[in-house]
């Protein structure tokens, strides 16, 4: 299994600010790196696939970067409807596996 | 715009099987080259994926649950439903399906709601 890690666990900001999360993979996965939101209490919502490319809907304020086995994923100006938690999972060979999570809290 | 549904029963009791299933709307569960898939999220932690169908027939599963889990579909009810035996408290989760775009370098874009499921005897 393809291990993920991310970083922080856990980030407190405040609205407006600029928030960096960072996804590392245990093995090179190309581009093959997806990220998620997930709001208390609700499915998970794509954001990102493909490391860089943009889910339909997405506010442009989301961006991720990265390839082999560093990835992050960037919101700038950080709104209300932001604070949730955010996955990294990678799609390069199964059995798929997901970070453990970053919880973007409000200061 | 197609939407996915989970169902089954909320408690199970330990040593029993866990069936769930998911009914696909707004599109065939037969078009395109998209993957079907249960994922699980026990209370507080994170998503611990569990295997998918394609349409092909062929499925993935976890090799860590490999052992207790089918999945399989019913095209003519446009359903794909979850199997996993022996159920312990530790699969007390919530349960997902989410269908899977090869065109989408095989990100999850559609999700379910989540049910919730209990293992208590």
């Known amino acids: 299994d393809i291990q993920m890690t991310q970083s922080p666990s856990s980030l407190s900001a405040s609205v407006g600010d600029r928030v960096t999360i960072t996804c590392r993979a245990g093995?090179?996965?190309?581009?093959?790196l997806n990220w998620y939101q997930q709001r208390p209490g609700r499915a998970p919502e794509l954001l990102i696939y493909a490391a860089s490319s943009f889910q339909s809907g997405v506010p442009s304020r989301f961006s991720g970067s990265g390839s082999g086995t560093d990835f992050t994923l960037t919101i700038t100006s950080l709104q209300p409807e932001d604070f949730a938690t955010y996955y990294c999972?990678?799609?390069?060979?199964?059995?798929?596996?997901f970070g453990q999570g970053t919880k973007v809290e409000i200061k | 715009q197609v939407q996915l549904q989970e169902s089954g029963p909320g408690l199970v009791k330990p040593s029993q099987t866990l069936s769930l299933t998911c009914t696909v709307s707004?599109?065939?569960?037969?078009?395109?080259?998209?993957?079907w898939n249960w994922i699980r999220q026990p209370a507080g932690k994170g998503l611990e994926w569990i295997g998918r169908f394609y349409t092909s027939g062929s499925t993935d599963y976890n090799p860590s649950l490999k052992s207790r889990v089918t999945i399989s579909v019913d095209t003519s009810k446009n359903q794909f439903s979850l199997k996993l035996n022996s159920v312990t408290a530790a699969d007390t989760a919530v349960y997902y399906c989410?269908?899977?775009?090869?065109?989408?370098?095989?990100?999850?874009?559609?999700w379910g709601q989540g049910t919730t499921v209990t293992v208590s005897s």
């Open positions: 093995q090179s996965i190309s581009s093959f």
């Open positions: 989410a269908r899977e775009g090869a065109h989408l370098n095989y990100a999850m874009d559609v």
């Open positions: 999972q990678q799609s390069y060979s199964t059995p798929w596996t």
């Open positions: 707004g599109g065939s569960i037969s078009s395109g080259s998209y993957y």
